[in-house]
């Protein structure tokens, strides 16, 4: 498919100018989304038609970020004292700055406990992403990560762009291949080639960095897919503009009803919750963290519900425009 590329400056609201952007245009089409071979959530699939838009290239970088912070001001929610009564019965020494850290563990453990390998640490943030003795040293070109929803969203306003909906970024993804288990075909590492970011070896305590890295990777180290577009597989989580729904929701008729239909965002919260209504997006594409034996959703169709107030290692985000084709 044809894709034509952008390089543009955008006007932020603090009246300066947001940096140019590398973005590949898509015409859009019909495609097949979701899978009915994997997990529950990425059923039923069904064929879904987008219109044509702008994306970036890659992942949203530090430098990007960065930029954004310099000329806004912005301070990201995990820099901010949680408040209490967001968040009913937590312990006060608890409500601290802070973010989630993937921490391995020492061997191996029952899978079926995230909190076992994730661990709050104070003073984790976009500037430290792993605690307060990181740093951004020579990860200016990896993915920004440790963003909150309201963090995506306040970047987007200043560089003029939106974030994709699920549908737009999984034919993103696909990258006009949608027949295939992965963008690039059926297999893993074809021919023994790493075309993305994973963790290889036993989750979570033992990733052997065959691909090269332990946590996130430059953006563009990996192929590109066949729209041109990296890091869609991999490296890190990325946001969307859509609420969680525990399966794809069916397709309305023309003639359908929306009366007695649940508000999107407040059906996203987590039942398992219901002291913290937290509301959930959707996340897409796998992460560096994404195993064989724990976590298969390093594939187009996969997907996954994220608070939208929770920021950790292994999520970031990228942006799109709706703008007129190109000439």
Request: glycine share 10%; net charge negative.
């Amino acid at each position: 498919m044809p894709a034509a590329r952008l390089n543009r400056t955008s006007p932020d609201p603090a009246g300066g100018t947001a940096p140019a952007r590398d973005m590949v245009w898509l015409p859009g089409g019909t495609f097949r989304m979701g899978s009915d071979h994997h997990y529950p959530e990425e059923a039923p699939a069904h064929e879904v038609t987008v219109a044509g838009f702008w994306i970036d290239r890659t992942p949203v970088t530090n430098r990007q970020f960065e930029a954004f912070v310099a000329a806004t001001g912005y301070t990201t929610v995990a820099e901010i004292a949680p408040r209490a009564e967001d968040y009913p019965g937590a312990l006060p020494e608890l409500l601290q700055p802070g973010s989630l850290v993937f921490t391995p563990t020492p061997g191996p453990v029952r899978l079926d406990d995230w909190t076992q390998w994730w661990r709050w640490i104070f003073g984790a943030d976009w500037r430290h992403p792993t605690g307060p003795g990181s740093s951004l040293d020579e990860l200016w070109d990896h993915p920004v990560v440790q963003l909150a929803l309201a963090d995506v969203e306040a970047y987007c306003a200043w560089a003029g762009t939106e974030l994709p909906t699920e549908a737009e970024w999984e034919y993103a993804a696909w990258g006009g291949n949608s027949g295939h288990e992965f963008a690039w075909g059926d297999d893993l590492e074809p021919g023994g080639r790493h075309m993305a970011n994973v963790w290889q070896g036993p989750f979570p305590h033992a990733n052997s960095g065959a691909d090269g890295f332990i946590r996130t990777s430059p953006v563009g180290h990996f192929p590109a897919n066949g729209f041109g577009l990296f890091d869609m597989i991999g490296n890190v989580w990325e946001w969307t503009a859509d609420w969680w729904t525990a399966r794809h929701a069916p397709a309305r008729s023309c003639c359908g009803s929306d009366r007695g239909r649940l508000d999107p965002r407040a059906a996203s919260i987590d039942p398992a919750m219901p002291d913290i209504p937290i509301p959930r997006r959707v996340l897409k594409g796998g992460s560096h963290l994404c195993a064989p034996s724990y976590c298969r959703r390093y594939r187009p169709a996969a997907r996954h519900a994220q608070a939208i107030d929770s920021a950790s290692t292994h999520i970031g985000f990228r942006t799109i425009r709706r703008t007129p084709a190109p000439a």
